[in-house]
């Protein structure tokens, strides 16, 4: 069984980092699979993600696109005295897909997707990008609530717990998974399941990614596309402070207690303008009355509106213009895809009362250039809340009402000094907000600033820590954010 501390520990010689590294052994290792080591042209392009705060130089990087590949990879590095560090998507915030000295596996050309449509389910190899994902799902008109960017891979949305804009309908990413195929430090494969290594299952449903082993495909519950499914863009500019506050203020009112058919986010994005994004199970003009009913309406105008009527599963799933191919998924990061950027979460279990909604306000006035502030609606009427806090890693669900995600995007090219005034505003915002939160973050705004126990809750936490000691008791799977 995967969970045997006997069976890892008999093991030991054949499955610990093998020290000390071994860079040219390693490069031979590895000469049969695709591989960037510093010296290679490319290696500059490939040695991170999308986010590039963080400045990550691992030893190299190789593409795997089997499973004999990935199990290839992981014992070359295991072999040669390196941890090896997968990347499925690229997105993490802190780049935490990439380590500085170690082997970066990157699994994005692991990403077959098998439909069965019949029995509503999917098997996925987990290196799929979301947006190729809900392409693959497309023919059978089956949805798959996950998140809202085309290009995130898969193993991170689920390492996370993924929510997306039919979150308060069909509830997270990982509330709809049946079943994990996981290679162990090892690089045997096991089934994790609710009856097959259930705590490994648990523990791979949202606590954390390149921590208990390699994920290589998912088995999803998929959902028939509803009849209608419609989705707004709204808009409001030049507004005084007054209005501002006014449509957080409604929004918030309404938007944690409506009906689960409607998600909705709600930002400030610069320049005294607020946007509002609405995913609704019904038609059009439903949507519209319904949020007519939210007050939102009274306080500008009906300032600049986009609503349609989805006619087909990308604007069921992800892409809110409708069109597929809008939103290009690259097969690989090239420079011009990277962001430099510092972001940050909290959650709300209360509304935000005057004081709280001015700290927001008083903010955001002062948003740099870059700034953006960003909440979701979630509420005990959404489908999050059909399950208790511990039932996943993730605890963000019975009683939680919103959440917010801020950051700045910095300027690419150059490193952003710590005491600039991007990073004077976000810590400010950070710290207006502070009794107004519950002091918990999401595991997918991934923040090295905070504790990891930040993000999973005391007893998840302690209970993700046993596990990893048990499925990975010579941190093979090496994450900063379990030391």
């Given at each position: 069984m995967f969970l045997s501390s006997a069976l890892l520990l008999a093991s030991f010689s054949a499955a610990q980092i093998v020290g000390p590294p071994q860079p040219a052994n390693?490069?031979?290792?590895?000469?049969?699979?695709?591989?960037?080591?510093?010296?290679?042209?490319?290696?500059?392009?490939?040695?991170?993600?999308?986010?590039?705060?963080?400045?990550?130089?691992?030893?190299?990087?190789?593409?795997?696109?089997?499973?004999?590949?990935?199990?290839?990879?992981?014992?070359?590095?295991?072999?040669?005295?390196?941890?090896?560090?997968?990347?499925?998507?690229?997105?993490?915030?802190?780049?935490?897909?990439s380590m500085d000295g170690q082997l970066v596996i990157d699994i994005s050309g692991y990403n077959v997707v098998t439909v069965n449509a019949a029995r509503k389910t999917a098997v996925a190899q987990v290196g799929v990008r979301l947006g190729n994902l809900y392409t693959a799902l497309s023919p059978s008109n089956l949805l798959f609530p996950a998140g809202t960017c085309a290009t995130v891979g898969l193993g991170g949305q689920l390492s996370a717990g993924g929510y997306g804009m039919l979150g308060r309908y069909l509830g997270l990413a990982i509330d709809n998974v049946l079943s994990f195929r996981v290679m162990d430090y090892q690089g045997s494969v096991?089934?994790?399941?609710?009856?097959?290594?259930?705590?490994?299952?648990?523990?791979?449903?949202?606590?954390?990614?390149?921590?208990?082993?390699?994920?290589?495909d998912a088995t999803l519950r998929l959902h028939a596309r509803p009849p209608a499914i419609s989705f707004g863009a709204f808009s409001w500019s030049n507004l005084n402070t007054q209005q501002l506050k006014s449509f957080l203020s409604v929004w918030q009112n309404f938007a944690p207690s409506t009906s689960n058919a409607l998600t909705t986010q709600f930002m400030f994005n610069g320049g005294n303008t607020v946007q509002l994004n609405a995913k609704f199970i019904g038609t059009s003009a439903e949507l519209m009355n319904v949020l007519q009913q939210s007050g939102l309406f009274t306080i500008a105008g009906g300032g600049s509106q986009y609503v349609t009527d989805c006619s087909d599963v990308f604007c069921g799933n992800w892409n809110p213009y409708g069109t597929p191919g809008t939103n290009a998924v690259p097969a690989r990061y090239q420079a011009r895809d990277v962001e430099n950027s510092k972001t940050k979460s909290d959650y709300f279990r209360k509304l935000l009362p005057d004081a709280g909604l001015n700290a927001v306000i008083n903010n955001v006035n002062t948003?740099?250039?870059?700034?953006?502030?960003?909440?979701?609606?979630?509420?005990n009427a959404g489908a999050v809340a059909t399950r208790g806090d511990s039932d996943t890693p993730y605890p963000h669900r019975v009683g939680t009402l919103m959440s917010v995600q801020y950051w700045v995007v910095f300027d690419a090219s150059q490193v952003e000094p710590l005491d600039s005034a991007n990073y004077a505003w976000l810590h400010k915002f950070e710290a207006d907000i502070v009794p107004y939160v519950d002091g918990s973050h999401y595991e997918g705004y991934i923040d090295l600033d905070k504790p990891a126990v930040s993000n999973f809750g005391t007893a998840n936490f302690a209970r993700l820590q046993k596990i990893k000691a048990k499925v990975d008791p010579h941190n093979v799977f090496m994450n900063p954010m379990f030391p």
């Open positions: 390693l490069q031979t290792c590895v000469s049969q699979l695709e591989n960037y080591f510093p010296s290679a042209s490319l290696y500059e392009t490939y040695r991170h993600g999308e986010r590039i705060r963080q400045r990550r130089f691992p030893v190299a990087v190789v593409y795997a696109n089997s499973e004999s590949d990935i199990k290839k990879a992981l014992l070359c590095a295991t072999g040669n005295g390196y941890h090896p560090v997968v990347r499925s998507g690229g997105h993490s915030y802190e780049a935490l897909s096991q089934i994790a399941s609710p009856s097959s290594n259930p705590d490994l299952f648990w523990a791979m449903l949202g606590g954390g990614g390149g921590v208990y082993g390699i994920m290589l948003m740099p250039s870059g700034a953006w502030i960003q909440f979701e609606g979630f509420g």
